[in-house]
Every structure is written in C-alpha cells, then in structure tokens.
C-alpha cells in the first residue's frame, strides 16, 4: 500500500485554492481594470486623432464688399502769385487777388470762415541785371456743402478772368469721412461673400461649411468711383466715391 497521502473527498486542490486566494483576487481585479483602461484610453486617443484632424481641415478665402458713397468734405485749395520790380509792389498785387478770391466765394454763398490763408512765399532772382519779386499765396476753401463747392469748381475761371494767375497746386478734393459708420456694415457683407466662396469650394469637393477659424480685416479704400480721383490742378476731382474692403477668413471644413 502506497504511502503517498490521498487527499480527503471534497478537499480543494492547490490550483483551485490559488484561485480563491484574496492576493489573486485582487491582482485580478487590478489586472481587468488596467485593460479595460487601456480599451477606454486607446479609443478615446484615437477619436482626438480623428477629431484633431477634422479640425485641421479648413479652407481660406477672401470676401470683398464695396459701396457708393458720396464724400461729405470739400477742400479747395487756391495757389496764385504776383511778380514785381520791388517787394512791395508785389505784395499788394497779392492783396489785391485775395480781396478778388474772397469777394469770388462770397458771391457764390460762402461764408467769410470757410476762406483762411494756409501759407506765403517769397522769391527773388534777376532779369538782365534788374531784381525781381515774387510773392506766392495760399488759401484753401473748406466746406460741408459739396454742392456749392462743384458750383464753384464750375466757375473757377472766372477768378482768372478777374486776373488772378492761378498756379499748378490749386484743385478741389472731395473726402468721405464717415468711414467708421459704414465700417461695420460692410464687414459683415465681405464675411457673407467669403462664406458663399468657402461654400462653393467645399460643395465642388463633397464637404460642408463649418464655423469661422480666424478672420483678418484688410484696408478700407476710398477711389474715386468713375475713374482718376483727381485734387490736382488741371484734373477734376469727383465727390462720388466708391468704398472698397476685402476680408480673408478661415472656414473649417466638415
């Protein structure tokens, strides 16, 4: 009879008791949740890798918004000069032709204030020997009545016929200076055209239109609207202006 013991009916084997042991209980515990982190971690790595790429995806355009405006400045600045033998005499021909000039815009409705003098030179140099002056003049005409003011640009060579010698300087120009009203406005117009070219773009290539990403603002411009903005002498400035911006925005794409 062997002497290797046997064991009692009913007594659990070593395998069996390790599995009952609390130690392995809890390393199983510990181990299950290990894995069912790294399931968890795994997946939600991967659904930022896909939403950071869908995130990546954005498309650039340019929007552009103009507007007719009509300026609401007129500045008309007047050169005229008077040549002479001595300084004196040159001088009073000068006073002479601004008596002219302001007695000119009085009679077409301008008050006494919208004239001021903006500055005066004085030259000399020598004709066969004999000493010559020549005194310059400025003024410069400033007024929120554009109508008025085209009357007067129409009726400038009336102030030459009167003998005064208008010099290359003089010239009306027209300025719209209510930008920051209209701002606003035509911001939002060229973001609305760059959206509709960001739709465009993303139908021709099976994609939607998302929020905007960034956005920048480019320069307002102020031309003249049917062509050369003139304000120089021998060109005539128009007060019908054309406003003009255009904004680059980043659409993300879904």
Same mark, same amino acid.
């Given at each position: 009879m062997s002497d290797t013991p046997v064991e009692s009916l009913g007594a659990e084997s070593?395998?069996?008791?390790?599995?009952h042991e609390p130690a392995t209980r809890r390393w199983l515990g510990s181990a299950g949740l290990l894995a069912i982190g790294l399931i968890v971690g795994g997946y939600l790595l991967g659904d930022g890798l896909t939403r950071a790429k869908a995130a990546d995806r954005a498309v650039t355009v340019r929007g552009l918004a103009e507007r007719n405006v009509t300026a609401d400045l007129a500045t008309w600045t007047i =050169?005229?000069? =008077? *040549? !002479?033998? %001595?300084?004196?005499?040159?001088? !009073?021909?000068?006073d002479e032709d601004s008596k002219m000039i302001r007695a000119f815009f009085a009679e077409l409705g301008f008050p006494a204030e919208a004239l001021q003098p903006t500055g005066v030179n004085v030259t000399t140099y020598t004709d066969n020997g004999v000493a010559r002056f020549t005194v310059r003049q400025r003024m410069a005409l400033r007024s929120t009545d554009i109508k008025r003011a085209e009357a007067a640009v129409k009726r400038q060579f009336d102030l030459v016929r009167r003998g005064v010698m208008l010099e290359?300087?003089?010239?009306?120009?027209? *300025?719209?200076?209510?930008?920051? %009203?209209?701002?606003p406005a035509m911001v939002a117009a060229? *973001?609305?055209? !760059?959206?509709? =070219? !960001?739709?465009?773009?993303?139908?021709?290539?099976?994609?939607?239109?998302?929020?905007?990403?960034?956005?920048?603002?480019?320069?307002?411009?102020?031309t003249a609207r049917d062509g050369d903005s003139g304000g120089s002498w021998g060109v005539s400035d128009s007060p019908f202006k054309k406003v003009r911006v255009v904004t680059t925005v980043d659409f993300y794409l879904r």
């Open positions: 070593p395998r069996q008791r390790f599995w =050169a005229y000069s =008077a *040549t !002479a033998g %001595d300084m004196a005499s040159a001088q !009073a021909s000068v290359e300087g003089s010239g009306m120009a027209y *300025t719209f200076t209510r930008l920051n %009203d209209i701002k060229a *973001t609305k055209d !760059a959206r509709k =070219a !960001a739709e465009q773009f993303a139908k021709d290539s099976g994609a939607g239109v998302g929020a905007i990403k960034s956005a920048s603002q480019g320069y307002f411009e102020v």
